[in-house]
């Protein structure tokens, strides 16, 4: 029983995760590493398969090996929040909701910044 709750929890947080990568008000890194979390314990497979994913796999690695996430990778992540914040911005006709969107950004954006960056040894190693 145990497994199949981790099984379907880590499914459910993958899947929010990955709204995530296009909603920047949902936290895409500690939902990644929490579905790990549960498929390690309910289906060693699937983590091994998540860890080696290109798009998931090194926010997981990094954070296992505290080595954090490339310099690419946040100034890639910090661009995608504020387009998609900024094309939420203009639509949008509520000032307080353009206020409270810029408000995300930035805490996303000073998140991200706090997040320890990895340094690369391989030149060629961008992301």
């Not at 929890?9 to 790990?36: E, N, Q």
């Not at 498929?39 to 398969?49: E, G, Q």
């Not at 997981?60 to 911005?89: D, M, N, P």
Request: charge should be positive; proline fraction near 4%; aromatic fraction near 12%.
């Amino acid at each position: 029983m145990k497994k199949k709750l981790l099984f379907l929890s880590g499914w459910l947080l993958l899947g929010i995760a990955t709204l995530g990568i296009f909603l920047p008000i949902l936290p895409t890194t500690p939902l990644v590493i929490l579905a790990a979390s549960c498929f390690s314990v309910a289906d060693p497979k699937l983590y091994k398969r998540l860890e080696s994913n290109r798009i998931f796999g090194p926010y997981i690695e990094g954070w296992r090996t505290k080595q954090g996430i490339t310099l690419a990778r946040k100034a890639i992540a910090i661009v995608i929040v504020w387009v998609l914040l900024l094309i939420s911005i203009f639509v949008t006709q509520k000032l307080w909701l353009k206020i409270l969107l810029t408000f995300v950004g930035i805490g996303v954006t000073v998140h991200l910044l706090l997040f320890k960056t990895r340094v690369t040894e391989n030149k060629l190693e961008k992301f």
